[in-house]
C-alpha cells in the first residue's frame, strides 16, 4: 500500500514498487487513498490505480508525481532532500509549508 496522505513529500528507491492494492483484496480503499490520490495524481489515474489495484515501479510513481525524488538508498534521498531545505530560511519554510497545506 502507498503511503499519501500527511507527506509534503515522497521519495523512493529504485527498487521499490508501490500501490493501492485494496480492491484486489476486496475491501474498499478508504478514506485516505479516496481522499489524497484524486489530488495527487489527478482524477484518472487515481481511478486507474484504485480500481486495477496494480503496482507501479519507482520510474513510473516519479512520472506520475506519487514520488518527487528516486535514488538508489529512499532513506540517502530523504536526507539530502531535507539538507537542501535546511539551507532555506526556517520562517520562510515554515510559513511556505502552512501555505500549501492550506489548500
Known sequence: CLAMG????RVASNTARMGVTFTKLGLHPGMAATHFLPS???????????????L?????ALSLGLVTRVGDCAVSVAMDLAK???LSGPVAVRTLVQTLRDK
Open 6 to 9: 500527511g507527506a509534503d513529500m
Open 40 to 54: 495527487i495524481v489527478g482524477p484518472q489515474i487515481a481511478a486507474d490505480l484504485l480500481l486495477t489495484g496494480r
Open 56 to 60: 507501479v515501479k519507482a520510474e513510473e
Open 84 to 86: 537542501d531545505i535546511c
